[in-house]
């Protein structure tokens, strides 16, 4: 699966698109303890963890970002084409990560960018006029150069049964490293996403280490809302995953008008 994403050195994110945490794993069962979000190797302490993590505490760049006063402007559409995928899911210790195979993708305007997997963050990492929300889905792409966009997907804690995540959540790898397939279980990340679109647009980065700036962030304004108990399970598995706030700096977040 590694393939076509290659660009390798030049895209040092790509790592990470094809399940850079997974990668950690598979290597010889290594701990994927290298970073994390609390104390001496949390959010804080990533830029001196390694030479590689520097972008965490130089960038000027970074998500997650507090989003207010977005400017309304004339967006490229946004459109989604995912497909049925079976179901292959791991613990990376720092999130529940869902590998997607080749086939499923966005366009933006006319850009074409691959979905390679998606994750959860708890509670949510970009926040709405300071308040975090219960959960945000990343669904991480990529295009053929090895320019990654990111969908962020806000979810609320509601009634609305989510059938994904059903599926996903009655077989939860629950140690770190653990890996879960199902060639006979389908999933599609269409069921993720809210019915209303609309996005808000900006340019940042990786919101892990080792924090790669120029990451396309597309982020969905409308919620979905799914089972609260769903959001609890989650977040017992993986703990608060989500980074600070970020400044924002001279960046703009564009809304689509
Ligand atoms: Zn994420």
Known sequence: MAAAVGCGASAPWASYAVGGWGDFLSSAGE????????????????????????????????????????????????????????VSMVNTGNTVEVDYEPGSYILFGSHRYDLKQFHFHTPSEHTLYGERQDMEIHLVHEDRAG????????????????????????????????????????????????????????????????????VRWLVLMNPVDVPRVYIQELHALMGNNSRPLQALNNRVLLLER
């Not at 970074?62 to 459109?79: H, K, W």
């Not at 996903?168 to 209303?196: C, D, V």
């Open 31 to 86: 701990p994927a303890a290298e970073w994390g979000y609390q104390g001496e190797k949390g959010p804080a302490h990533w830029g001196e963890l390694n030479a590689a993590f520097r972008q965490c505490s130089r960038g000027k760049a970074q998500s997650p970002v507090d989003i207010r006063n977005p400017l309304p402007v004339r967006m490229p559409p946004l459109s989604f084409h995912y497909r049925a995928n079976r």
């Open 147 to 214: 320019n990654v966009a990111i969908v962020a997907v806000f979810v609320r804690g509601g009634r609305r049964n989510n059938n994904v995540l059903f599926r996903l959540l009655e077989r939860l790898p629950s140690g770190q490293g653990e890996h879960y397939y199902n060639r006979e279980m389908g999933i599609n990340a269409t069921f993720l996403l809210p019915l209303r679109r609309d996005y808000l647009s900006y340019e940042g980065s990786l919101p892990i280490p080792p924090c790669s700036e120029g």
